[in-house]
Protein backbone atom coordinates (compact mmCIF):
# COMPACT_ATOMS: atom_id res chain seq x y z
CA UNK A 1 0.00 0.00 0.00
CA UNK A 2 1.22 3.46 -0.70
CA UNK A 3 -0.38 4.75 2.69
CA UNK A 4 0.10 8.54 2.84
CA UNK A 5 2.35 8.94 -0.45
CA UNK A 6 0.72 10.68 -3.73
CA UNK A 7 2.26 7.99 -5.69
CA UNK A 8 4.25 4.29 -4.99
CA UNK A 9 7.31 6.00 -6.92
CA UNK A 10 7.39 8.08 -4.42
CA UNK A 11 6.90 5.82 -1.43
CA UNK A 12 9.92 3.71 -3.53
CA UNK A 13 12.44 6.74 -3.76
CA UNK A 14 11.87 7.51 -0.15
CA UNK A 15 12.48 3.53 0.67
CA UNK A 16 15.87 3.54 -1.13
CA UNK A 17 17.93 4.00 2.60
CA UNK A 18 15.97 2.04 4.13
CA UNK A 19 16.57 -0.72 1.28
CA UNK A 20 20.72 -0.18 1.39
CA UNK A 21 20.32 -0.66 4.83
CA UNK A 22 18.24 -3.84 4.82
CA UNK A 23 20.36 -5.34 2.22
CA UNK A 24 23.51 -4.75 4.58
CA UNK A 25 21.48 -6.75 7.30
CA UNK A 26 20.44 -9.74 4.92
CA UNK A 27 24.00 -10.21 3.53
CA UNK A 28 26.02 -10.17 7.16
CA UNK A 29 26.46 -13.06 9.56
CA UNK A 30 26.27 -13.05 12.99
CA UNK A 31 28.65 -11.13 13.54
CA UNK A 32 27.81 -8.28 11.29
CA UNK A 33 30.42 -9.38 8.59
CA UNK A 34 29.47 -9.31 5.06
CA UNK A 35 28.45 -12.43 3.72
CA UNK A 36 26.61 -14.29 1.31
CA UNK A 37 26.48 -17.38 -0.38
CA UNK A 38 30.11 -18.74 -0.65
CA UNK A 39 29.53 -20.66 -3.41
CA UNK A 40 28.74 -17.84 -5.60
CA UNK A 41 31.10 -16.01 -4.50
CA UNK A 42 33.40 -18.61 -5.42
CA UNK A 43 32.39 -19.11 -8.88
CA UNK A 44 32.63 -14.99 -9.76
CA UNK A 45 35.83 -15.64 -8.56
CA UNK A 46 36.98 -18.75 -10.50
CA UNK A 47 35.12 -17.40 -13.69
CA UNK A 48 37.57 -15.68 -16.38
CA UNK A 49 34.98 -13.48 -17.53
CA UNK A 50 31.64 -12.00 -15.91
CA UNK A 51 29.39 -11.13 -19.11
CA UNK A 52 26.46 -9.00 -17.07
CA UNK A 53 22.73 -9.48 -19.36
CA UNK A 54 19.73 -7.18 -18.92
CA UNK A 55 17.86 -4.47 -20.05
CA UNK A 56 16.65 -1.03 -19.27
CA UNK A 57 17.39 0.81 -15.80
CA UNK A 58 18.77 -2.97 -14.58
CA UNK A 59 21.46 -2.87 -17.67
CA UNK A 60 22.49 0.63 -16.20
CA UNK A 61 22.67 -0.99 -12.72
CA UNK A 62 25.00 -3.50 -14.74
CA UNK A 63 27.04 -0.78 -16.39
CA UNK A 64 27.99 0.33 -12.73
CA UNK A 65 28.36 -3.24 -11.65
CA UNK A 66 30.88 -3.92 -14.21
CA UNK A 67 33.21 -0.96 -12.50
CA UNK A 68 33.13 -2.92 -9.56
CA UNK A 69 33.55 -6.02 -10.66
CA UNK A 70 36.71 -4.70 -12.71
CA UNK A 71 38.31 -1.98 -9.90
CA UNK A 72 36.98 -3.23 -6.43
CA UNK A 73 37.30 -7.49 -7.56
CA UNK A 74 39.72 -7.04 -10.94
CA UNK A 75 37.54 -9.49 -12.59
CA UNK A 76 37.00 -8.34 -16.26
CA UNK A 77 33.32 -7.65 -16.94
CA UNK A 78 31.52 -7.06 -20.08
CA UNK A 79 28.05 -6.13 -19.79
CA UNK A 80 25.30 -6.53 -22.70
CA UNK A 81 21.82 -5.55 -23.89
CA UNK A 82 19.72 -8.96 -23.29
CA UNK A 83 17.89 -8.28 -26.41
CA UNK A 84 21.29 -8.09 -28.73
CA UNK A 85 23.32 -10.65 -27.18
CA UNK A 86 21.54 -13.61 -29.82
CA UNK A 87 22.37 -11.39 -32.68
CA UNK A 88 25.84 -10.09 -31.25
CA UNK A 89 27.32 -12.57 -29.34
CA UNK A 90 30.51 -11.84 -28.24
CA UNK A 91 33.33 -14.34 -28.37
CA UNK A 92 33.55 -16.09 -25.08
CA UNK A 93 36.14 -16.45 -23.15
CA UNK A 94 36.89 -20.41 -21.78
CA UNK A 95 35.49 -20.10 -18.36
CA UNK A 96 31.92 -17.35 -18.64
CA UNK A 97 30.03 -17.01 -16.00
CA UNK A 98 26.64 -15.29 -16.91
CA UNK A 99 24.75 -12.82 -14.41
CA UNK A 100 21.45 -11.73 -15.36
CA UNK A 101 19.72 -8.84 -13.58
CA UNK A 102 16.31 -8.11 -13.51
CA UNK A 103 13.92 -6.86 -11.12
CA UNK A 104 11.25 -9.08 -12.24
CA UNK A 105 13.38 -12.07 -12.86
CA UNK A 106 10.46 -12.51 -15.79
CA UNK A 107 11.75 -10.21 -18.61
CA UNK A 108 11.67 -12.15 -21.95
CA UNK A 109 14.95 -10.55 -23.84
CA UNK A 110 16.99 -12.06 -20.32
CA UNK A 111 15.39 -15.26 -20.65
CA UNK A 112 16.07 -15.91 -24.30
CA UNK A 113 19.61 -15.58 -22.86
CA UNK A 114 19.63 -17.69 -20.28
CA UNK A 115 18.20 -20.24 -22.45
CA UNK A 116 20.76 -20.37 -25.12
CA UNK A 117 23.71 -19.82 -22.95
CA UNK A 118 22.39 -22.74 -20.65
CA UNK A 119 22.42 -25.01 -23.88
CA UNK A 120 25.99 -24.08 -24.51
CA UNK A 121 26.44 -25.74 -21.15
CA UNK A 122 27.83 -22.03 -19.43
CA UNK A 123 26.90 -21.50 -15.58
CA UNK A 124 24.33 -18.69 -14.51
CA UNK A 125 23.24 -16.59 -11.90
CA UNK A 126 20.35 -14.18 -11.62
CA UNK A 127 20.24 -10.82 -9.30
CA UNK A 128 16.77 -10.54 -8.84
CA UNK A 129 14.40 -8.88 -6.46
CA UNK A 130 11.38 -11.63 -7.19
CA UNK A 131 11.77 -15.01 -5.27
CA UNK A 132 10.93 -17.89 -7.04
CA UNK A 133 10.48 -15.58 -10.59
CA UNK A 134 11.41 -17.48 -13.92
CA UNK A 135 14.92 -16.27 -13.84
CA UNK A 136 15.49 -17.53 -10.60
CA UNK A 137 14.13 -20.86 -11.20
CA UNK A 138 15.94 -21.25 -14.30
CA UNK A 139 19.75 -19.94 -13.28
CA UNK A 140 22.16 -22.62 -11.62
CA UNK A 141 22.44 -19.34 -8.39
CA UNK A 142 20.33 -16.37 -7.49
CA UNK A 143 21.11 -13.78 -4.85
CA UNK A 144 17.97 -11.52 -3.98
CA UNK A 145 17.67 -8.26 -4.21
CA UNK A 146 15.53 -7.32 -0.60
CA UNK A 147 13.66 -4.05 -1.89
CA UNK A 148 10.27 -4.77 -1.04
CA UNK A 149 7.81 -4.86 -4.05
CA UNK A 150 8.01 -2.27 -6.73
CA UNK A 151 4.77 -1.05 -7.82
CA UNK A 152 5.75 1.96 -9.67
CA UNK A 153 6.18 0.97 -13.28
CA UNK A 154 9.52 3.53 -13.23
CA UNK A 155 12.10 1.30 -11.27
CA UNK A 156 13.59 3.37 -8.64
CA UNK A 157 14.19 1.14 -5.43
CA UNK A 158 15.56 -2.05 -7.49
CA UNK A 159 18.17 0.13 -9.19
CA UNK A 160 19.60 1.07 -6.15
CA UNK A 161 19.03 -2.52 -4.48
CA UNK A 162 20.83 -3.63 -7.55
CA UNK A 163 23.76 -1.26 -7.22
CA UNK A 164 24.67 -1.81 -3.62
CA UNK A 165 24.02 -5.89 -3.73
CA UNK A 166 26.67 -6.09 -6.79
CA UNK A 167 29.20 -3.62 -4.58
CA UNK A 168 28.83 -6.67 -2.09
CA UNK A 169 29.23 -9.21 -4.03
CA UNK A 170 32.27 -7.46 -5.70
CA UNK A 171 34.28 -6.44 -2.38
CA UNK A 172 33.43 -10.35 -1.38
CA UNK A 173 35.21 -11.78 -4.46
CA UNK A 174 38.18 -9.38 -3.45
CA UNK A 175 37.91 -10.67 -0.15
CA UNK A 176 36.73 -7.82 0.93
CA UNK A 177 40.33 -5.80 0.95
CA UNK A 178 40.75 -2.68 -0.64
CA UNK A 179 37.64 -1.33 0.29
CA UNK A 180 35.51 -1.40 3.57
CA UNK A 181 31.78 -1.40 1.78
CA UNK A 182 29.66 -1.43 4.55
CA UNK A 183 30.70 1.15 6.01
CA UNK A 184 31.17 3.53 2.70
CA UNK A 185 27.01 1.90 2.43
CA UNK A 186 26.34 3.10 5.82
CA UNK A 187 27.49 6.36 5.34
CA UNK A 188 26.03 6.72 1.42
CA UNK A 189 22.62 5.60 3.02
CA UNK A 190 22.31 8.67 5.17
CA UNK A 191 23.52 10.80 2.70
CA UNK A 192 20.31 9.29 0.64
CA UNK A 193 18.28 10.38 3.45
CA UNK A 194 19.11 13.90 3.81
CA UNK A 195 18.57 14.13 -0.17
CA UNK A 196 15.26 12.87 0.35
CA UNK A 197 14.71 15.55 2.56
CA UNK A 198 15.08 18.62 0.06
CA UNK A 199 12.17 17.68 -2.09
CA UNK A 200 11.27 21.15 -2.19
CA UNK A 201 13.93 22.00 -4.04
CA UNK A 202 13.82 19.57 -6.65
CA UNK A 203 10.38 20.54 -7.12
CA UNK A 204 11.14 24.23 -7.45
CA UNK A 205 13.73 23.28 -10.32
CA UNK A 206 11.80 20.75 -11.82
CA UNK A 207 9.49 23.44 -12.50
CA UNK A 208 12.08 26.45 -13.51
CA UNK A 209 14.49 23.81 -15.68
CA UNK A 210 12.34 20.98 -17.26
CA UNK A 211 7.96 21.50 -16.90
CA UNK A 212 8.35 23.28 -20.50
CA UNK A 213 10.94 22.21 -22.50
CA UNK A 214 10.74 19.65 -25.18
CA UNK A 215 14.18 18.01 -24.74
CA UNK A 216 17.00 18.00 -22.33
CA UNK A 217 20.30 16.55 -21.65
CA UNK A 218 22.05 14.76 -18.80
CA UNK A 219 25.87 14.93 -19.32
CA UNK A 220 28.97 13.60 -17.58
CA UNK A 221 31.92 11.30 -17.36
CA UNK A 222 33.30 8.30 -15.91
CA UNK A 223 30.98 7.01 -13.10
CA UNK A 224 28.57 9.97 -13.76
CA UNK A 225 28.21 9.07 -17.33
CA UNK A 226 26.65 5.79 -16.47
CA UNK A 227 24.68 7.51 -14.34
CA UNK A 228 23.21 10.00 -16.83
CA UNK A 229 21.69 7.23 -18.55
CA UNK A 230 19.78 5.93 -15.97
CA UNK A 231 18.92 10.07 -14.79
CA UNK A 232 17.97 10.18 -18.56
CA UNK A 233 15.56 7.18 -18.75
CA UNK A 234 13.65 8.05 -15.86
CA UNK A 235 12.82 11.21 -16.81
CA UNK A 236 11.58 10.14 -20.36
CA UNK A 237 10.08 7.53 -19.39
CA UNK A 238 7.66 9.64 -17.20
CA UNK A 239 7.75 12.83 -18.35
CA UNK A 240 7.69 12.24 -22.20
CA UNK A 241 10.37 15.07 -21.86
CA UNK A 242 12.68 13.90 -24.80
CA UNK A 243 16.15 13.25 -22.78
CA UNK A 244 19.25 11.78 -23.81
CA UNK A 245 22.56 11.00 -21.30
CA UNK A 246 25.48 11.67 -22.90
CA UNK A 247 29.63 11.36 -21.95
CA UNK A 248 30.34 15.14 -21.61
CA UNK A 249 33.44 14.52 -24.09
CA UNK A 250 31.24 13.13 -26.95
CA UNK A 251 28.91 16.49 -26.76
CA UNK A 252 31.45 18.22 -29.11
CA UNK A 253 31.29 15.24 -31.37
CA UNK A 254 27.65 16.10 -32.82
CA UNK A 255 25.24 16.81 -29.93
CA UNK A 256 26.14 19.76 -29.33
CA UNK A 257 24.16 20.92 -32.59
CA UNK A 258 20.71 20.31 -30.78
CA UNK A 259 21.75 23.29 -28.03
CA UNK A 260 19.25 25.95 -28.48
CA UNK A 261 18.56 28.96 -26.47
CA UNK A 262 16.65 27.88 -23.18
CA UNK A 263 18.14 24.11 -23.58
CA UNK A 264 18.38 22.04 -20.70
CA UNK A 265 21.29 20.58 -19.74
CA UNK A 266 22.19 18.87 -16.82
CA UNK A 267 26.11 18.20 -15.53
CA UNK A 268 26.78 15.56 -12.82
CA UNK A 269 30.17 16.09 -11.29
CA UNK A 270 31.43 13.45 -8.41
CA UNK A 271 34.74 12.47 -9.19
CA UNK A 272 37.64 14.73 -8.46
CA UNK A 273 39.38 13.73 -11.99
CA UNK A 274 36.82 14.72 -14.19
CA UNK A 275 35.56 17.19 -12.54
CA UNK A 276 37.16 20.21 -15.14
CA UNK A 277 36.96 18.70 -18.29
CA UNK A 278 32.87 17.83 -16.92
CA UNK A 279 32.85 21.90 -16.16
CA UNK A 280 34.50 22.99 -19.68
CA UNK A 281 31.62 21.27 -21.06
CA UNK A 282 29.14 22.88 -19.22
CA UNK A 283 30.78 26.27 -20.26
CA UNK A 284 31.02 25.11 -24.41
CA UNK A 285 26.69 24.51 -23.83
CA UNK A 286 26.07 27.27 -21.50
CA UNK A 287 27.96 29.69 -24.37
CA UNK A 288 25.04 28.45 -26.88
CA UNK A 289 22.24 29.02 -24.75
CA UNK A 290 21.99 25.98 -22.86
CA UNK A 291 19.97 26.57 -19.24
CA UNK A 292 22.91 24.46 -17.04
CA UNK A 293 22.21 22.62 -13.91
CA UNK A 294 24.48 21.07 -11.84
CA UNK A 295 24.41 18.44 -9.64
CA UNK A 296 27.56 18.01 -7.88
CA UNK A 297 29.62 16.23 -4.75
CA UNK A 298 30.33 18.97 -2.05
CA UNK A 299 33.96 18.43 -2.18
CA UNK A 300 34.25 19.88 -5.54
CA UNK A 301 31.08 21.80 -5.87
CA UNK A 302 31.01 25.74 -6.62
CA UNK A 303 28.65 27.93 -5.13
CA UNK A 304 26.73 28.18 -7.90
CA UNK A 305 25.59 24.44 -8.38
CA UNK A 306 22.39 23.94 -7.35
CA UNK A 307 22.20 20.55 -6.21
CA UNK A 308 25.23 19.44 -3.92
CA UNK A 309 25.69 16.09 -2.42
CA UNK A 310 27.26 15.49 0.54
CA UNK A 311 31.12 13.69 0.36
CA UNK A 312 30.26 9.91 -0.63
CA UNK A 313 32.76 7.08 -1.54
CA UNK A 314 33.36 8.17 -5.93
CA UNK A 315 32.70 4.75 -6.94
CA UNK A 316 29.15 4.29 -5.13
CA UNK A 317 28.21 8.22 -5.94
CA UNK A 318 25.34 6.73 -8.31
CA UNK A 319 23.38 5.55 -5.18
CA UNK A 320 23.46 8.80 -4.30
CA UNK A 321 23.38 11.24 -7.26
CA UNK A 322 20.14 9.30 -8.63
CA UNK A 323 17.89 10.68 -5.79
CA UNK A 324 17.56 14.58 -7.30
CA UNK A 325 17.27 12.55 -10.20
CA UNK A 326 14.77 10.80 -9.41
CA UNK A 327 12.96 13.71 -7.75
CA UNK A 328 13.60 16.01 -10.78
CA UNK A 329 11.67 13.16 -13.04
CA UNK A 330 8.86 12.65 -10.31
CA UNK A 331 7.77 16.37 -10.75
CA UNK A 332 8.51 17.52 -13.83
CA UNK A 333 5.79 14.82 -14.93
CA UNK A 334 3.62 16.01 -11.78
CA UNK A 335 3.66 19.24 -12.76
CA UNK A 336 2.86 18.40 -16.57
CA UNK A 337 -0.21 16.32 -15.12
CA UNK A 338 1.35 12.72 -16.68
CA UNK A 339 0.32 9.38 -15.11
CA UNK A 340 3.47 8.65 -12.95
CA UNK A 341 3.27 5.45 -11.51
CA UNK A 342 1.72 4.15 -15.27
CA UNK A 343 3.58 5.83 -18.00
CA UNK A 344 1.59 5.34 -21.12
CA UNK A 345 3.08 2.68 -23.45
CA UNK A 346 4.95 1.04 -20.50
CA UNK A 347 4.08 -1.98 -18.63
CA UNK A 348 6.64 -3.74 -15.40
CA UNK A 349 7.42 -6.47 -16.53
CA UNK A 350 7.88 -7.36 -20.21
CA UNK A 351 7.31 -10.56 -21.39
CA UNK A 352 7.56 -10.40 -24.90
CA UNK A 353 10.85 -10.04 -26.64
C1 LIG B 1 12.67 1.64 -16.35
C2 LIG B 1 12.28 0.25 -16.21
C3 LIG B 1 12.69 -0.72 -17.27
C4 LIG B 1 13.17 -2.03 -16.64
C5 LIG B 1 13.42 -3.07 -17.72
C6 LIG B 1 14.00 -4.33 -17.15
O1 LIG B 1 12.27 2.41 -15.26
O2 LIG B 1 11.65 -0.11 -15.25
O3 LIG B 1 13.67 -0.19 -18.10
O4 LIG B 1 14.33 -1.78 -15.91
O5 LIG B 1 12.22 -3.35 -18.40
O6 LIG B 1 13.13 -4.91 -16.23
P1 LIG B 1 13.63 -6.03 -15.23
O7 LIG B 1 14.64 -5.42 -14.34
O8 LIG B 1 12.40 -6.48 -14.50
O9 LIG B 1 14.22 -7.13 -16.08
Redo the contacts with the bound molecule.
Keep these: EKGTYPHYMMKEIEEQPFVVRKIMSEYSDEDGNMFMDPGIVQEVRGCDKLYII???????AGLIGKQFFEKISGKPTEVII?SEFIYNMPLLTKKPLFM????????A??RAVLVKVKEMGHRTLTL??VKGST?SREADNTLLLHAGPEIA????K??TA?ITVLSILAALVNNNKNINIFKELSKIAYIMETLCDDKEKYKELANKYLVNSRNCFYIGRSMDYFLCLEAS??LK?ISYIQTEGFAAGELKHGTIALIEKGTPVIAVITQENINLNTRSNIKEVKARGAATMVISMRKISQETDQIIIDDANELLSPLATIIPAQYLAYYAALLKGCDIDKPRN?????TVE
Excluded at 54 to 60: D, E, L, M, N
Excluded at 153 to 156: K, W
Aim: glycine share 6%.
Design positions: ACGTSYHAFISQSGETDCTNLVASTAYQLKELAKSV
